[in-house]
């Protein structure tokens, strides 16, 4: 049973961090309708940034404010300088500028700062929490960072008229555009704000995974599974999906004799496109009817 | 209008080309073939053996290009059809000894029924679901195929050697020259069998769906049959291509098939053109040569510069192949 209680509870502290993935890639998707597959690559970059920033000197908090600032800019000028000028292209051809980006960071990052594994400090401490063995300080404060981070985006969304307008111009963007909002700088603004969501995924993961260029691989995997799990239309349903996604992969890691570090991943995979065949939009996702 | 059924409704859909730019001219496809035939002749074997990974990438994004250009469904997975496909090759190859020829039809069909068992769950999901179910079936591929039970037949982790066949009857010809030949007629053949399929009633079938699935089922098209047929045909086309490519490599190994192989059959069918079958030879040299090319021009920076270049060519040309081949054919007028 203390197994069992372990691996649930770490399952959950590893799901935030996969929550918060998903919520930067729905963020995105809902803005321009694509899934970033550079998402994980962006938020390397903004870790080797904050690392940097560390070694130089600068505290862990200012180095973590620092870094936000930086990734929401850099989120923006990505958008404006690549991905506006395709917005009219082809979705696929979309998709392969995604992965021209992922090339493209993942190359200097690796040039920069080179393939060495390097150690990513924790400002929580890694003791037991409240003198519990069941979970560590860190792994406590990745969850309450990442439930921090949804109240507050859940206020942004649902009481400022920017997050309204955000909202509106990602619904129907002509009504919006009607009604005097820039949706232009709105889907702008949700690319920063993605970035910058993804920024503090890896600042609060790259303790555990430590840092290296390929760190967010997998993550970013677990954070598009939970994404298309929870439902691509809905930010709770990422949520819920990255925390379900991080607790089925441990458990199954654990209990499903054979399965191991070497299938996790296939058969967390698996789970979801059984649940996708029985509910086609994920699990909070809107049923859309389409018309002919 | 859903955000997850636009991805694929959209996404192949090029307007106002004319059914006859699916394939080249007559006297276009006459030269590129006789400069196919002869080329051999005139370079080294290393030259040689890359023009047959080119025709046997080139096949592998063509099958990919059935079912995303003709049938309008996304797949992130075809990298698992292609090991299937190598695999039964090389098992049949040295456990069985069957002669190399007769093995392409076998991986063909295996592949053929694998994507449509495949294909059939898969149908209720669209667009991005599609995508990451068919990248699920690509991660677990490599792993699947290191399992222990199956290790006596795939030489687990280290996998198989496959011996290169010898120029029948005597012909004066390197191993390198008579399997380019070889794979050239093989992909001949598949060529002209799918642009056959694409103009035929199936071909008309995936299109309807592709375009507009409600319309397609109201006219009386089986939507669920012609989305698995066309899963099936695509990884049938990709068997066959896998199971060339595990001849001319030599080797098959669990860790060749990852999901990179699919991201640039993928990327290959962008840069040729998606719908555009002649532009599947045109990606497939770009996925080979561009990496190569990025290498030599800063090592520590591969990455990137093929990034870079991958930028151009989706800035330049976001048609991809096809849209050069209808600049070039339709000058007079200026149009694209």
């Not at chain 2, 039809?105 to 495949?118: E, T, W």
Request: aromatic residues 12%; charged residues 10%; proline residues 4%.
């Amino acid at each position: 049973m203390e197994l069992f209680t372990n691996q649930v509870l770490a399952g959950i502290a590893t799901g935030a961090i996969y929550a918060c993935m998903a919520l930067a890639v729905v963020m995105i998707y809902q803005a321009i309708d694509h899934l970033n597959f550079a998402q994980g690559e962006m938020a390397m970059f903004s870790t080797f940034i904050s690392w940097q920033l560390m070694q130089w000197g600068v505290s862990y908090w200012a180095a973590f404010i620092i870094t936000l600032a930086f990734s929401f800019v850099a989120g923006i000028a990505i958008e404006r300088i690549l991905f506006k000028p395709l917005a009219k292209a082809p979705v696929l051809t979309n998709v392969a500028g995604f992965i021209a980006l992922f090339a493209i960071i993942n190359s200097s990052a690796g040039l920069i700062w080179d393939f060495t594994i390097k150690q990513y400090p924790t400002p929580f401490g890694s003791s037991p929490f409240l003198g519990s063995q069941l979970i560590s300080t860190h792994q406590a404060g990745m969850i309450g960072v990442t439930v921090l981070l949804l109240l507050g985006l859940y206020f942004f969304f649902q009481y400022t008229r920017i997050g309204l307008a955000m909202r509106a111009a990602a619904s129907v963007p002509e009504s919006a555009r009607l009604v005097g909002i820039n949706t232009s700088w709105m889907i702008a603004l949700g690319w920063g704000m993605a970035t910058a969501i993804g920024s503090i995924a890896g600042m609060l993961i790259a303790p555990v995974v430590f840092l290296e260029p390929n760190m967010m691989g997998g993550v970013l995997i677990y954070g598009f599974a939970a994404a298309v799990l929870g439902g691509l239309s809905s930010p709770f349903g990422a949520v819920v999906g990255g925390f379900l996604v991080g607790v089925f992969e441990n458990l199954a890691g654990t209990y499903i004799p054979g399965v191991g570090n070497e299938l996790k991943l296939p058969i967390a995979l698996a789970l979801i496109i059984s649940v996708l065949v029985v509910k086609p939009a994920g699990l909070f996702g809107r049923h859309i009817v389409k018309r002919v | 209008m859903s955000a997850a059924e636009d991805v694929v409704t959209e996404a192949p859909a090029v307007e106002a080309v004319p059914k006859r730019a699916m394939t080249l001219g007559t006297g276009t496809s006459l030269l590129v073939l006789a400069a196919l035939l002869i080329a051999p002749v005139f370079v080294k074997n290393f030259i040689i053996f890359q023009m047959t990974m080119l025709l046997i990438y080139g096949l592998a994004v063509l099958a990919l290009n059935i079912l995303t250009g003709g049938s309008g469904q996304f797949s992130l997975g075809q990298s698992a059809f292609y090991a299937v496909g190598a695999y039964t090759t090389a098992v049949l190859l040295e456990h069985f000894n069957v002669n190399y020829a007769l093995t392409l039809p076998v991986a063909g069909v295996v592949c053929f029924g694998f994507g449509y068992l495949f294909g059939k769950p898969a149908l209720r999901l669209s667009g991005v679901y599609l995508a990451l179910a068919t990248f699920a079936l690509a991660t677990a591929m490599p792993q699947l195929l290191k399992l222990n039970v199956i290790e006596h037949w795939t030489g687990g982790v280290q996998g198989l050697v496959v011996t290169k066949p010898d120029a029948p009857f005597g012909l004066p010809m390197s191993q390198d020259m008579w399997l380019y030949y070889f794979t050239l007629i093989v992909t001949l053949a598949i060529y002209i069998f799918a642009v056959n399929l694409l103009r035929s009633r199936s071909g008309r079938a995936f299109m309807a769906i592709r375009d507009n699935e409600i319309a397609a089922s109201a006219m009386g098209v089986d939507v669920a049959l012609y989305k698995t047929l066309a899963f099936g045909v695509s990884a049938g086309i990709t068997g066959v291509a896998g199971g060339l490519s595990a001849i001319a490599v030599q080797f098959v190994a669990p860790d060749s098939y990852t999901f990179l192989l699919a991201i640039s059959l993928f990327l290959g069918m962008v840069v040729g053109g998606v719908g555009w079958l002649p532009g599947s030879f045109v990606g497939a040299a770009f996925i080979i040569f561009v990496p190569n090319m990025a290498e030599s021009i800063s090592k520590g920076l591969s990455g990137a510069v093929f990034g870079v270049m991958l930028f151009l060519v989706i800035y330049l040309v976001p048609h991809g192949a096809r849209q050069v081949a209808l600049l070039v054919q339709r000058k007079p007028s200026g149009g694209r």
